[in-house]
């Protein structure tokens, strides 16, 4: 079973970048495709940004398009996401997890947009 755990959140103004990261363990994370999700205040969880086993290839939404980067390294059980240029409407907790299956969730972490 994979456990994550997100870190790296916090308060930032409008225009300031964040780098989250996610640490995963459980022998399956090198082998699986993985995601950075998020959830605002009486929204859905949505899927913002995913990487391939491997790395080579990346997605992202069109809402964060451009200026998130979500990277892996998987000697290390990790995968990060960049935040650049961010947006109030960015406000959210933010998780990683699988694509698409997902495993229990971590805590997730906190990202306030706001001046």
């Known amino acids: 079973q994979v456990q994550l755990v997100e870190s790296g959140g916090g308060l930032v103004q409008p225009g300031g970048s964040l780098r989250l990261s996610c640490s995963a363990s459980?022998?399956?994370?090198?082998?699986?495709?993985m995601g950075w999700y998020r959830q605002a205040p009486g929204k859905e969880r949505e899927l913002v940004a995913r990487?391939?086993?491997?790395?080579?290839?990346?997605n992202y939404a069109d809402s964060v398009k451009g200026r998130f980067t979500i990277s892996r390294d998987n000697a290390k059980n990790t995968v990060d996401l960049q935040m650049n240029t961010l947006k109030p409407e960015d406000t959210a907790v933010y998780y990683c997890?699988?694509?698409?299956?997902?495993?229990?969730w971590g805590r997730g972490t906190q990202v306030t947009v706001s001046s």
């Open positions: 997890n699988l694509v698409p299956t997902t495993v229990s």
């Open positions: 459980g022998s399956i994370f090198s082998s699986n495709a």
């Open positions: 990487i391939s086993s491997g790395g080579a290839w990346k």
